[in-house]
Protein backbone atom coordinates (compact mmCIF):
# COMPACT_ATOMS: atom_id res chain seq x y z
CA UNK A 1 0.00 0.00 0.00
CA UNK A 2 0.95 3.71 -0.78
CA UNK A 3 -0.13 6.87 1.95
CA UNK A 4 -0.59 9.87 0.24
CA UNK A 5 -0.51 12.94 2.81
CA UNK A 6 -1.62 16.27 3.43
CA UNK A 7 -4.29 16.19 0.61
CA UNK A 8 -6.46 19.33 0.52
CA UNK A 9 -9.84 19.56 -0.11
CA UNK A 10 -12.56 22.27 -0.51
CA UNK A 11 -16.15 21.56 1.41
CA UNK A 12 -17.93 21.73 -1.88
CA UNK A 13 -16.08 18.87 -2.63
CA UNK A 14 -16.47 16.48 -0.35
CA UNK A 15 -20.46 16.80 0.39
CA UNK A 16 -21.00 12.99 0.70
CA UNK A 17 -18.04 9.79 0.92
CA UNK A 18 -18.75 9.12 -2.43
CA UNK A 19 -18.48 12.68 -3.96
CA UNK A 20 -15.43 12.49 -1.23
CA UNK A 21 -13.51 9.68 -3.00
CA UNK A 22 -14.16 10.51 -6.48
CA UNK A 23 -12.18 13.78 -5.62
CA UNK A 24 -9.80 12.12 -3.99
CA UNK A 25 -9.33 10.08 -6.18
CA UNK A 26 -8.54 12.94 -8.94
CA UNK A 27 -6.15 14.66 -6.86
CA UNK A 28 -3.93 11.89 -6.80
CA UNK A 29 -4.31 10.94 -10.29
CA UNK A 30 -3.36 14.42 -11.40
CA UNK A 31 -1.00 15.46 -8.82
CA UNK A 32 1.18 12.27 -8.37
CA UNK A 33 0.59 10.74 -11.95
CA UNK A 34 -0.89 7.67 -11.14
CA UNK A 35 -2.33 6.29 -14.07
CA UNK A 36 -6.19 5.51 -13.76
CA UNK A 37 -6.01 1.88 -14.62
CA UNK A 38 -2.81 1.47 -12.07
CA UNK A 39 -5.26 2.79 -8.74
CA UNK A 40 -6.80 -0.33 -8.10
CA UNK A 41 -8.45 1.35 -4.38
CA UNK A 42 -8.79 4.07 -2.47
CA UNK A 43 -9.03 4.31 1.40
CA UNK A 44 -8.85 7.33 3.86
CA UNK A 45 -6.67 6.92 6.46
CA UNK A 46 -7.14 10.46 7.95
CA UNK A 47 -9.67 13.04 8.06
CA UNK A 48 -9.71 16.61 9.71
CA UNK A 49 -10.87 20.30 9.41
CA UNK A 50 -8.59 22.89 8.79
CA UNK A 51 -10.46 26.05 10.58
CA UNK A 52 -6.86 28.09 11.65
CA UNK A 53 -7.93 30.84 8.45
CA UNK A 54 -11.83 31.45 9.30
CA UNK A 55 -11.80 32.65 5.56
CA UNK A 56 -10.80 28.97 4.21
CA UNK A 57 -11.88 26.34 6.16
CA UNK A 58 -11.61 23.35 4.62
CA UNK A 59 -10.85 19.47 5.46
CA UNK A 60 -7.00 17.64 4.75
CA UNK A 61 -7.07 13.72 4.45
CA UNK A 62 -4.34 11.10 4.33
CA UNK A 63 -5.11 8.62 1.94
CA UNK A 64 -3.98 4.48 1.43
CA UNK A 65 -3.78 3.72 -2.44
CA UNK A 66 -3.68 -0.11 -3.90
CA UNK A 67 -1.72 0.21 -6.79
CA UNK A 68 -0.10 -1.60 -9.69
CA UNK A 69 4.06 -1.43 -9.71
CA UNK A 70 4.17 0.02 -6.66
CA UNK A 71 7.73 0.28 -6.35
CA UNK A 72 7.71 2.53 -9.56
CA UNK A 73 5.69 5.27 -7.67
CA UNK A 74 7.73 4.59 -4.46
CA UNK A 75 10.99 5.50 -6.13
CA UNK A 76 9.62 8.81 -7.55
CA UNK A 77 10.46 10.22 -4.03
CA UNK A 78 7.13 12.39 -4.98
CA UNK A 79 6.62 15.09 -1.11
CA UNK A 80 4.14 13.10 0.72
CA UNK A 81 3.92 10.15 -0.90
CA UNK A 82 5.36 6.85 1.28
CA UNK A 83 4.54 3.24 2.09
CA UNK A 84 1.66 2.35 4.49
CA UNK A 85 2.74 0.93 7.34
CA UNK A 86 1.02 -2.04 8.26
CA UNK A 87 -1.81 -1.00 10.79
CA UNK A 88 -2.58 -4.93 11.65
CA UNK A 89 -3.10 -6.03 15.43
CA UNK A 90 -0.08 -8.25 16.35
CA UNK A 91 -1.27 -10.76 19.10
CA UNK A 92 1.06 -11.90 21.97
CA UNK A 93 1.80 -15.47 21.83
CA UNK A 94 0.14 -17.50 24.31
CA UNK A 95 2.29 -18.81 27.69
CA UNK A 96 2.35 -22.14 29.02
CA UNK A 97 1.17 -22.10 32.57
CA UNK A 98 -2.13 -23.62 33.60
CA UNK A 99 -5.23 -21.51 34.59
CA UNK A 100 -7.10 -23.11 37.38
CA UNK A 101 -10.25 -20.89 36.65
CA UNK A 102 -10.65 -18.46 34.19
CA UNK A 103 -9.77 -15.21 34.27
CA UNK A 104 -12.16 -12.44 36.41
CA UNK A 105 -12.82 -9.25 35.00
CA UNK A 106 -14.12 -6.53 37.23
CA UNK A 107 -15.88 -3.84 35.47
CA UNK A 108 -16.99 -3.98 32.18
CA UNK A 109 -16.32 -0.55 31.18
CA UNK A 110 -13.61 0.03 28.23
CA UNK A 111 -10.85 -1.24 29.99
CA UNK A 112 -13.08 -4.26 31.00
CA UNK A 113 -14.91 -4.52 27.92
CA UNK A 114 -11.75 -5.08 25.47
CA UNK A 115 -9.70 -7.00 28.18
CA UNK A 116 -13.04 -9.32 28.49
CA UNK A 117 -12.77 -8.79 24.17
CA UNK A 118 -9.42 -9.95 23.15
CA UNK A 119 -9.48 -12.98 26.17
CA UNK A 120 -12.61 -14.42 25.08
CA UNK A 121 -11.29 -14.53 21.57
CA UNK A 122 -8.33 -16.00 22.51
CA UNK A 123 -10.25 -18.65 24.34
CA UNK A 124 -10.11 -18.07 27.53
CA UNK A 125 -13.73 -17.26 28.59
CA UNK A 126 -13.38 -15.07 31.17
CA UNK A 127 -16.01 -13.92 33.54
CA UNK A 128 -16.92 -10.41 34.63
CA UNK A 129 -18.07 -9.19 37.10
CA UNK A 130 -20.43 -5.79 36.53
CA UNK A 131 -21.33 -4.13 39.76
CA UNK A 132 -24.80 -2.14 37.63
CA UNK A 133 -27.09 -3.33 35.26
CA UNK A 134 -27.18 -4.09 31.31
CA UNK A 135 -27.27 -0.69 29.18
CA UNK A 136 -30.92 -1.24 29.04
CA UNK A 137 -31.80 -1.14 32.80
CA UNK A 138 -29.06 1.76 32.90
CA UNK A 139 -31.44 3.93 30.31
CA UNK A 140 -34.80 3.52 32.22
CA UNK A 141 -33.60 3.95 35.73
CA UNK A 142 -30.94 6.93 34.73
CA UNK A 143 -34.13 8.38 32.52
CA UNK A 144 -36.77 8.04 35.68
CA UNK A 145 -33.61 9.71 37.49
CA UNK A 146 -33.88 12.80 35.76
CA UNK A 147 -38.13 12.83 35.66
CA UNK A 148 -38.22 12.11 38.99
CA UNK A 149 -35.21 13.18 41.55
CA UNK A 150 -35.33 9.79 42.63
CA UNK A 151 -31.75 8.85 43.57
CA UNK A 152 -31.13 4.73 42.96
CA UNK A 153 -27.09 4.05 44.04
CA UNK A 154 -27.33 0.78 42.41
CA UNK A 155 -27.85 2.40 38.80
CA UNK A 156 -25.98 5.34 38.22
CA UNK A 157 -24.63 7.17 35.07
CA UNK A 158 -21.19 5.68 36.40
CA UNK A 159 -22.20 2.02 37.12
CA UNK A 160 -23.31 -0.70 35.06
CA UNK A 161 -22.50 -1.70 30.83
CA UNK A 162 -20.13 0.16 29.20
CA UNK A 163 -19.07 2.35 32.23
CA UNK A 164 -19.45 6.21 32.55
CA UNK A 165 -18.65 6.24 29.02
CA UNK A 166 -22.42 5.19 27.84
CA UNK A 167 -24.08 8.30 29.16
CA UNK A 168 -21.09 10.51 27.20
CA UNK A 169 -19.74 12.23 23.92
CA UNK A 170 -18.33 8.61 23.25
CA UNK A 171 -15.43 10.60 22.25
CA UNK A 172 -12.30 8.52 21.21
CA UNK A 173 -9.54 10.40 20.49
CA UNK A 174 -6.06 9.71 22.59
CA UNK A 175 -2.72 11.35 22.85
CA UNK A 176 -1.43 7.98 22.31
CA UNK A 177 0.02 6.01 19.40
CA UNK A 178 -1.08 2.47 19.60
CA UNK A 179 -1.73 0.07 17.04
CA UNK A 180 -4.31 -1.33 19.69
CA UNK A 181 -6.38 1.62 18.66
CA UNK A 182 -6.98 0.10 15.37
CA UNK A 183 -8.24 -2.73 17.37
CA UNK A 184 -10.60 -0.90 19.49
CA UNK A 185 -11.73 1.21 16.52
CA UNK A 186 -12.39 -1.77 14.06
CA UNK A 187 -14.37 -3.66 17.04
CA UNK A 188 -16.73 -0.62 17.63
CA UNK A 189 -16.98 -0.82 14.11
CA UNK A 190 -17.91 -4.29 13.37
CA UNK A 191 -20.66 -3.58 16.10
CA UNK A 192 -22.42 -1.12 14.62
CA UNK A 193 -20.18 2.35 15.46
CA UNK A 194 -20.14 4.24 12.47
CA UNK A 195 -17.24 3.30 10.06
CA UNK A 196 -15.94 7.21 9.64
CA UNK A 197 -14.31 6.74 13.51
CA UNK A 198 -11.68 4.90 11.48
CA UNK A 199 -10.10 8.06 9.91
CA UNK A 200 -11.69 11.29 11.49
CA UNK A 201 -9.57 13.07 13.06
CA UNK A 202 -11.68 12.97 16.14
CA UNK A 203 -13.81 10.33 16.25
CA UNK A 204 -16.94 9.64 18.05
CA UNK A 205 -19.94 7.72 18.41
CA UNK A 206 -22.09 9.35 20.27
CA UNK A 207 -24.39 8.02 23.70
CA UNK A 208 -27.73 6.66 21.36
CA UNK A 209 -25.34 4.48 19.17
CA UNK A 210 -22.67 3.61 21.83
CA UNK A 211 -26.01 1.56 23.64
CA UNK A 212 -26.54 -0.54 20.89
CA UNK A 213 -22.98 -1.61 20.11
CA UNK A 214 -21.64 -2.32 24.01
CA UNK A 215 -24.39 -4.52 23.67
CA UNK A 216 -23.41 -6.28 20.37
CA UNK A 217 -19.71 -6.50 22.00
CA UNK A 218 -21.37 -8.48 25.13
CA UNK A 219 -23.00 -10.82 23.04
CA UNK A 220 -19.84 -11.58 20.94
CA UNK A 221 -17.85 -12.26 24.40
CA UNK A 222 -20.54 -14.90 25.37
CA UNK A 223 -20.91 -16.59 22.14
CA UNK A 224 -17.44 -16.96 22.36
CA UNK A 225 -17.37 -18.87 25.86
CA UNK A 226 -17.40 -15.92 28.17
CA UNK A 227 -19.79 -14.61 31.07
CA UNK A 228 -20.73 -11.48 31.75
CA UNK A 229 -22.91 -11.23 35.40
CA UNK A 230 -24.61 -7.93 36.16
CA UNK A 231 -26.01 -6.52 39.28
CA UNK A 232 -22.48 -8.31 40.67
CA UNK A 233 -20.56 -6.21 43.15
CA UNK A 234 -16.96 -7.44 44.33
CA UNK A 235 -17.02 -6.44 47.85
CA UNK A 236 -13.74 -8.74 48.98
CA UNK A 237 -10.85 -10.09 48.00
CA UNK A 238 -9.20 -13.39 49.33
CA UNK A 239 -5.88 -12.76 49.45
CA UNK A 240 -3.09 -15.74 51.14
CA UNK A 241 0.13 -14.74 51.66
CA UNK A 242 0.20 -12.21 48.77
CA UNK A 243 -1.73 -14.51 46.41
CA UNK A 244 -5.03 -13.49 45.32
CA UNK A 245 -7.46 -16.41 45.88
CA UNK A 246 -10.86 -15.27 44.81
CA UNK A 247 -13.09 -12.54 45.28
CA UNK A 248 -16.58 -12.18 46.87
CA UNK A 249 -19.21 -10.86 44.93
CA UNK A 250 -22.43 -9.16 46.87
CA UNK A 251 -21.27 -9.65 50.53
CA UNK A 252 -21.91 -13.57 50.24
CA UNK A 253 -21.10 -15.62 46.60
CA UNK A 254 -16.93 -16.74 46.59
CA UNK A 255 -15.59 -17.21 42.95
CA UNK A 256 -11.87 -18.69 43.28
CA UNK A 257 -9.70 -17.18 40.78
CA UNK A 258 -5.77 -16.44 40.46
CA UNK A 259 -6.03 -14.21 38.34
CA UNK A 260 -8.17 -11.24 38.23
CA UNK A 261 -7.88 -7.92 35.94
CA UNK A 262 -9.09 -4.98 37.85
CA UNK A 263 -11.61 -2.08 35.36
CA UNK A 264 -13.85 -0.36 38.08
CA UNK A 265 -13.63 2.95 37.06
CA UNK A 266 -12.67 5.91 38.45
CA UNK A 267 -15.62 6.62 40.84
CA UNK A 268 -15.60 2.99 42.77
CA UNK A 269 -14.97 4.51 45.84
CA UNK A 270 -16.02 1.71 48.01
CA UNK A 271 -13.98 -0.76 45.99
CA UNK A 272 -11.23 1.97 46.74
CA UNK A 273 -11.70 1.42 50.18
CA UNK A 274 -11.66 -2.24 50.09
CA UNK A 275 -8.38 -2.87 48.62
CA UNK A 276 -6.85 -0.22 50.98
CA UNK A 277 -8.17 -2.27 54.40
CA UNK A 278 -6.47 -5.17 52.58
CA UNK A 279 -2.75 -3.88 51.96
CA UNK A 280 -3.18 -3.27 48.28
CA UNK A 281 -0.49 -0.30 47.59
CA UNK A 282 -2.31 3.05 46.82
CA UNK A 283 -1.18 6.31 45.76
CA UNK A 284 -2.77 9.54 45.66
CA UNK A 285 -3.01 11.04 42.04
CA UNK A 286 -3.31 14.51 41.12
CA UNK A 287 -6.49 15.53 39.37
CA UNK A 288 -8.53 18.54 38.52
CA UNK A 289 -12.19 19.94 39.61
CA UNK A 290 -14.51 22.78 38.52
CA UNK A 291 -17.34 23.18 36.33
CA UNK A 292 -19.72 22.86 32.89
CA UNK A 293 -20.02 25.54 31.06
CA UNK A 294 -22.77 25.73 28.23
CA UNK A 295 -22.52 28.21 25.14
CA UNK A 296 -25.44 28.41 22.00
CA UNK A 297 -23.78 26.02 19.81
CA UNK A 298 -24.44 28.01 17.12
CA UNK A 299 -22.10 30.80 18.50
CA UNK A 300 -18.97 28.06 18.85
CA UNK A 301 -19.73 27.35 15.47
CA UNK A 302 -19.58 30.99 14.27
CA UNK A 303 -16.81 31.38 16.47
CA UNK A 304 -14.92 28.79 15.05
CA UNK A 305 -15.97 27.96 11.45
CA UNK A 306 -16.79 31.80 10.17
CA UNK A 307 -18.76 31.79 7.14
CA UNK A 308 -18.77 28.60 6.99
CA UNK A 309 -20.52 27.88 10.24
CA UNK A 310 -24.00 26.24 8.46
CA UNK A 311 -22.03 23.89 6.03
CA UNK A 312 -23.81 20.76 6.72
CA UNK A 313 -20.29 18.58 6.13
CA UNK A 314 -18.70 20.23 9.07
CA UNK A 315 -21.28 19.04 11.46
CA UNK A 316 -21.22 20.60 14.91
CA UNK A 317 -17.77 22.69 16.25
CA UNK A 318 -15.65 21.79 18.98
CA UNK A 319 -12.35 23.34 21.13
CA UNK A 320 -9.80 22.30 23.42
CA UNK A 321 -8.16 25.07 25.78
CA UNK A 322 -5.64 25.69 28.29
CA UNK A 323 -4.34 28.38 30.19
CA UNK A 324 -1.20 28.77 32.96
CA UNK A 325 -2.61 31.55 35.22
CA UNK A 326 -0.46 34.00 37.66
CA UNK A 327 -1.23 31.44 40.40
CA UNK A 328 0.90 28.96 38.74
CA UNK A 329 -2.63 26.63 38.34
CA UNK A 330 -3.16 26.01 35.22
CA UNK A 331 -7.38 26.02 33.51
CA UNK A 332 -8.50 23.78 30.58
CA UNK A 333 -11.34 22.97 28.54
CA UNK A 334 -11.98 18.97 29.02
CA UNK A 335 -14.71 16.42 27.70
CA UNK A 336 -16.26 19.50 25.34
CA UNK A 337 -19.46 17.87 24.26
CA UNK A 338 -20.58 19.55 20.64
CA UNK A 339 -24.29 19.76 20.42
CA UNK A 340 -24.83 17.87 23.56
CA UNK A 341 -26.09 18.47 27.30
CA UNK A 342 -25.03 18.30 30.97
CA UNK A 343 -25.81 15.76 32.83
CA UNK A 344 -25.86 14.40 36.76
CA UNK A 345 -23.38 11.90 37.18
CA UNK A 346 -23.25 11.56 41.05
CA UNK A 347 -22.40 7.76 42.67
CA UNK A 348 -23.54 8.66 45.93
CA UNK A 349 -26.52 9.44 47.66
CA UNK A 350 -26.15 13.42 48.85
CA UNK A 351 -23.89 14.95 46.34
CA UNK A 352 -23.81 16.29 43.32
CA UNK A 353 -21.68 16.19 39.73
CA UNK A 354 -21.61 17.01 36.81
CA UNK A 355 -20.54 15.58 33.24
CA UNK A 356 -21.43 15.96 30.14
CA UNK A 357 -22.87 14.11 27.26
CA UNK A 358 -23.77 13.96 23.10
CA UNK A 359 -25.62 12.20 20.71
CA UNK A 360 -24.47 10.61 17.55
CA UNK A 361 -25.72 13.72 15.87
CA UNK A 362 -25.21 16.22 18.04
CA UNK A 363 -27.53 18.34 17.36
CA UNK A 364 -28.99 20.22 20.85
CA UNK A 365 -28.74 23.77 21.11
CA UNK A 366 -25.98 24.07 23.83
CA UNK A 367 -22.52 23.07 23.89
CA UNK A 368 -20.73 22.02 26.80
CA UNK A 369 -17.52 21.66 28.59
CA UNK A 370 -15.62 20.76 31.15
CA UNK A 371 -14.01 24.49 32.61
CA UNK A 372 -11.38 23.00 35.10
CA UNK A 373 -8.04 23.02 37.36
CA UNK A 374 -5.72 21.46 38.49
CA UNK A 375 -5.46 19.90 41.88
CA UNK A 376 -2.46 18.26 43.37
CA UNK A 377 -2.13 15.95 46.50
CA UNK A 378 -0.68 18.86 48.64
CA UNK A 379 -4.20 20.49 48.15
CA UNK A 380 -5.82 17.11 50.20
CA UNK A 381 -4.68 17.77 53.25
CA UNK A 382 -3.52 14.37 54.53
CA UNK A 383 -1.38 11.46 53.16
CA UNK A 384 -4.01 8.78 53.57
CA UNK A 385 -4.42 7.09 49.83
CA UNK A 386 -7.75 8.11 49.58
CA UNK A 387 -7.11 11.67 50.56
CA UNK A 388 -8.78 12.70 47.25
CA UNK A 389 -11.96 11.20 47.44
CA UNK A 390 -12.63 12.83 50.61
CA UNK A 391 -11.56 16.01 49.00
CA UNK A 392 -13.89 15.13 45.78
CA UNK A 393 -16.41 14.22 48.04
CA UNK A 394 -16.29 17.26 50.35
CA UNK A 395 -16.92 20.00 47.23
CA UNK A 396 -20.20 17.42 45.42
CA UNK A 397 -21.57 17.51 48.97
CA UNK A 398 -21.55 21.40 49.56
CA UNK A 399 -23.21 21.41 45.75
CA UNK A 400 -26.11 19.13 47.08
CA UNK A 401 -26.83 21.36 49.54
CA UNK A 402 -26.06 24.71 47.82
CA UNK A 403 -28.10 23.52 45.50
CA UNK A 404 -31.41 22.63 47.67
CA UNK A 405 -30.46 18.72 48.89
CA UNK A 406 -32.80 17.58 45.72
CA UNK A 407 -29.77 17.25 43.30
CA UNK A 408 -30.79 20.27 41.85
CA UNK A 409 -27.13 21.82 40.15
CA UNK A 410 -25.88 24.84 41.43
CA UNK A 411 -25.06 27.29 38.75
CA UNK A 412 -23.54 31.19 37.81
CA UNK A 413 -24.20 33.15 34.61
CA UNK A 414 -20.56 33.54 33.52
CA UNK A 415 -21.28 37.47 33.63
CA UNK A 416 -21.95 36.99 37.72
CA UNK A 417 -19.41 34.96 37.96
CA UNK A 418 -16.37 37.19 36.72
CA UNK A 419 -18.49 40.39 38.43
CA UNK A 420 -18.69 38.05 42.06
CA UNK A 421 -22.87 38.66 41.87
CA UNK A 422 -25.34 35.82 42.25
CA UNK A 423 -27.24 35.27 39.00
CA UNK A 424 -30.79 36.45 39.34
CA UNK A 425 -32.59 34.97 35.92
CA UNK A 426 -31.35 33.02 32.58
CA UNK A 427 -30.28 35.00 29.41
CA UNK A 428 -30.21 33.51 26.25
CA UNK A 429 -28.65 30.08 27.16
CA UNK A 430 -30.92 27.66 29.02
CA UNK A 431 -29.26 25.41 31.17
CA UNK A 432 -29.73 21.93 30.37
CA UNK A 433 -29.08 19.62 33.33
CA UNK A 434 -31.89 18.04 35.06
CA UNK A 435 -33.56 17.64 37.38
CA UNK A 436 -33.26 20.87 38.29
CA UNK A 437 -30.57 24.09 39.02
CA UNK A 438 -30.65 27.03 41.63
CA UNK A 439 -28.62 29.87 41.07
CA UNK A 440 -25.49 29.72 43.49
CA UNK A 441 -22.15 32.01 44.09
CA UNK A 442 -19.45 29.87 42.53
CA UNK A 443 -17.18 31.48 44.99
CA UNK A 444 -19.50 29.74 47.86
CA UNK A 445 -18.36 26.38 46.48
CA UNK A 446 -15.00 26.54 45.56
CA UNK A 447 -11.58 28.08 47.47
CA UNK A 448 -10.24 30.93 45.79
CA UNK A 449 -7.29 29.39 44.13
CA UNK A 450 -10.04 27.45 41.91
CA UNK A 451 -12.23 30.37 41.22
CA UNK A 452 -9.40 33.07 40.57
CA UNK A 453 -7.80 30.38 37.98
CA UNK A 454 -10.93 30.35 36.17
CA UNK A 455 -11.81 33.73 35.99
CA UNK A 456 -8.66 34.19 34.44
CA UNK A 457 -9.13 31.47 32.20
CA UNK A 458 -12.55 32.36 30.62
CA UNK A 459 -11.23 36.32 29.79
CA UNK A 460 -7.91 34.45 27.83
CA UNK A 461 -10.46 31.99 26.53
CA UNK A 462 -12.25 34.74 24.97
CA UNK A 463 -9.51 36.35 23.38
CA UNK A 464 -9.14 32.61 21.37
CA UNK A 465 -13.15 31.52 20.92
CA UNK A 466 -15.10 35.04 20.51
CA UNK A 467 -17.94 34.93 23.24
CA UNK A 468 -16.73 32.37 25.54
CA UNK A 469 -16.76 34.48 28.28
CA UNK A 470 -19.99 36.22 27.10
CA UNK A 471 -22.06 37.48 29.95
CA UNK A 472 -25.56 35.04 29.54
CA UNK A 473 -22.80 31.14 29.55
CA UNK A 474 -24.28 28.79 32.14
CA UNK A 475 -21.43 27.74 34.84
CA UNK A 476 -22.88 24.18 36.42
CA UNK A 477 -21.27 22.83 39.07
CA UNK A 478 -19.59 20.53 40.40
CA UNK A 479 -16.96 18.50 38.27
CA UNK A 480 -14.83 16.25 40.16
CA UNK A 481 -14.30 12.97 38.20
CA UNK A 482 -12.31 13.79 35.21
CA UNK A 483 -9.85 11.22 36.51
CA UNK A 484 -9.17 9.60 39.28
CA UNK A 485 -7.85 10.42 42.55
CA UNK A 486 -5.42 7.35 43.01
CA UNK A 487 -3.18 5.08 41.29
CA UNK A 488 -3.38 1.44 42.22
CA UNK A 489 0.40 0.44 41.82
CA UNK A 490 1.60 -1.89 39.70
CA UNK A 491 4.57 -3.75 38.13
CA UNK A 492 5.44 -4.15 34.81
CA UNK A 493 3.31 -7.71 34.31
CA UNK A 494 0.89 -5.29 35.42
CA UNK A 495 0.00 -7.14 38.79
CA UNK A 496 -0.46 -5.00 42.44
CA UNK A 497 1.82 -6.03 45.03
CA UNK A 498 -0.73 -8.81 45.27
CA UNK A 499 -0.28 -11.51 42.48
CA UNK A 500 -2.83 -12.59 40.23
CA UNK A 501 -4.55 -8.87 41.08
CA UNK A 502 -4.25 -6.65 37.61
CA UNK A 503 -5.06 -3.12 37.68
CA UNK A 504 -6.20 -1.96 34.66
CA UNK A 505 -8.05 1.72 32.96
CA UNK A 506 -8.43 4.61 34.24
CA UNK A 507 -10.26 3.84 37.96
CA UNK A 508 -6.72 2.67 38.73
CA UNK A 509 -5.01 5.32 37.51
CA UNK A 510 -3.59 4.46 34.13
CA UNK A 511 -5.83 5.90 31.40
CA UNK A 512 -7.33 9.22 30.42
CA UNK A 513 -10.76 7.98 28.41
CA UNK A 514 -12.77 5.58 26.77
CA UNK A 515 -9.33 4.71 24.07
CA UNK A 516 -6.76 4.83 26.27
CA UNK A 517 -8.42 2.68 28.69
CA UNK A 518 -9.65 0.34 26.20
CA UNK A 519 -5.97 -0.17 25.10
CA UNK A 520 -4.69 -0.46 28.77
CA UNK A 521 -7.20 -3.36 28.96
CA UNK A 522 -5.92 -4.94 25.61
CA UNK A 523 -2.44 -4.24 27.05
CA UNK A 524 -3.20 -6.50 30.54
CA UNK A 525 -5.32 -9.15 28.69
CA UNK A 526 -2.23 -9.27 27.39
CA UNK A 527 -0.31 -9.95 30.06
CA UNK A 528 -2.44 -12.72 31.03
CA UNK A 529 -2.42 -14.32 28.17
CA UNK A 530 1.34 -14.23 27.41
CA UNK A 531 1.66 -15.63 30.86
CA UNK A 532 -1.12 -18.40 30.72
CA UNK A 533 -2.27 -21.19 27.92
CA UNK A 534 -5.75 -20.78 27.21
CA UNK A 535 -8.97 -22.71 29.40
Not at 26 to 46: G, P, T
Not at 131 to 158: M, Q, W
Not at 474 to 497: C, K
Request: with cysteine; charged share 25%; net charge neutral.
Amino acid sequence: MIRITDIKLELNKALNIDSEKMNLRKYVIENYRIKDYDLLSLSIYKKAIDARKKDHVHFVYSVDLLVNHENIYLDKKLKGLSEAPILTYQEVESGNEKLTYPPLIIGFGPSGIFAALLLARRGYKPIVLERGYDVEKRSLNVDHFYETGEYNEGSTILFGEGGAGTFSDGKLTTLISDLRCRLVLESLVNAGAQPEILYVNKPHVGTDVLRVVIKKIREEIISLGGQVLFNSKVTHFVIKDDQLQGVIVNDKDEIKTNVCLMGIGHSARDTFEVLNKQKVEIIQKAFSIGVRIEHPQKMINEAQYGKYATAPNLGAADYKLSYHASNHRTAYTFCMCPGGWVMCATSEEGGVVTNGMSESKRDYENANAALLVNVNPEDFGSSDPLAGVEFQRAYERKAYKLGGSNYHAPIQLVGDFLNDKLSSKLGVVTPSYRPGYQFVKMTDIFPRYITDTMKEALLNFNQKIKGFSMHDAILTGVETRSSSPIRIMRNEDHQSNISGLYPMGEGAGYAGGIMSSAVDGIKTAEKVIARYRNV
